[in-house]
């Protein structure tokens, strides 16, 4: 089970590939013994901002589904 509240999961499903965070760009294997920071630290390629086009925030609780009008398509 994991600590992280769920609309910080970057491994839910459909996920837009415009969303960026932080440990996209670490290039190692995770350590299980360092717990996941959480920190929430989410932005937007359009918009280079924690906001997205339709002025929602940049998050994979409000990043992974068709509905939203600026979904740039999954990145899984």
Excluded at 19 to 41: A, C, N, R
């Amino acid at each position: 089970m994991s600590n992280v509240p769920e609309r910080f999961n970057t491994e839910r499903a459909g996920l837009c590939s415009a969303l960026h965070w932080k440990s996209q760009y670490i290039w190692s294997e995770p350590d299980p013994t360092v717990p996941h920071s959480g920190d929430g630290l989410f932005w937007c390629a359009m918009t280079q901002t924690c906001i997205g086009p339709d002025g929602k925030l940049a998050e994979p609780g409000n990043c992974c589904s068709g509905e939203r009008g600026c979904h740039c398509g999954a990145s899984k």
